[in-house]
């Protein structure tokens, strides 16, 4: 096929390399909102700590296992789709 319209893998390769830079402006663009948002609503949270005499310290300390706990969570659920994908190719390939 590339012999008879030449140029074609060049123009599949600039089309998939478009396409991909779109999706992922895209969902660059989405995660940057959602954690402007996410820091918006935890402004306000963080302020009624401060007025509660938190120290900077158990801010700091509480931002943390925050973050942590997310990372634990999104951790443990990309372990467990890897594990189920591991688990059907072996299916796929046994069968």
């Given at each position: 096929m590339g012999a008879a319209y030449p140029g074609t893998d060049r123009t599949i390769w600039t089309g998939f390399v478009l396409v991909l830079g779109i999706a992922l402006l895209?969902?660059?663009?989405?995660?940057?909102?959602?954690?402007?948002?996410?820091?918006?609503d935890r402004v306000r949270g963080l302020a009624v700590l401060r007025l509660a005499r938190t120290t900077q310290w158990h801010l700091l300390r509480l931002v943390g296992a925050v973050v942590s706990s997310v990372m634990a969570v999104a951790?443990?659920?990309r372990r467990s789709a890897m594990e189920q994908a591991v688990e059907r190719a072996l299916e796929w390939a046994v069968e």
């Open positions: 895209c969902t660059g663009i989405s995660l940057g909102i959602t954690m402007i948002m996410a820091a918006y951790l443990a659920a």
